[in-house]
């Protein structure tokens, strides 16, 4: 599974010959408390028991890279999205790396 840091999505996303979506499994309300803001990447909601029932809606074509508080649901989403044949990244560290290394008024909770 690649695991690319906060700091490398930007760059991830445009080595990309489509572009990417960028996959927040967390819950809502932990999306209302902290959120990103992506250039390159399609931003798409999705909380980590949703997938399996809501799997149509991700385009297999598109490269996916993964996101949640800490790097653990995204990683097993990721692993998840691999197996039916998705394209997929983990981001390491998930929001809250984002939040140290990217962007530091993201709330870090």
Not at 54 to 79: F, N, T, W, Y
Request: a negative charge.
């Amino acid at each position: 599974m690649e695991q690319i840091s906060p700091a490398q999505v930007a760059e991830w996303a445009k080595g990309q010959a489509l572009r990417p979506v960028l996959l927040d499994v967390r819950e809502g309300w932990e999306v209302q408390t902290a959120s990103v803001q992506t250039e390159g990447l399609d931003l798409v909601h999705m909380p980590m028991q949703t997938i399996p029932a809501r799997l149509d809606e991700l385009d297999k074509s598109r490269p996916i890279a993964c996101l949640c508080h800490h790097g653990g649901r995204s990683m097993q989403v990721a692993s998840f999205l691999s197996q039916h044949g998705y394209q997929v990244a983990n981001v390491s560290g998930g929001i809250h790396a984002w939040s140290m290394q990217v962007d530091p008024t993201i709330p870090v909770y």
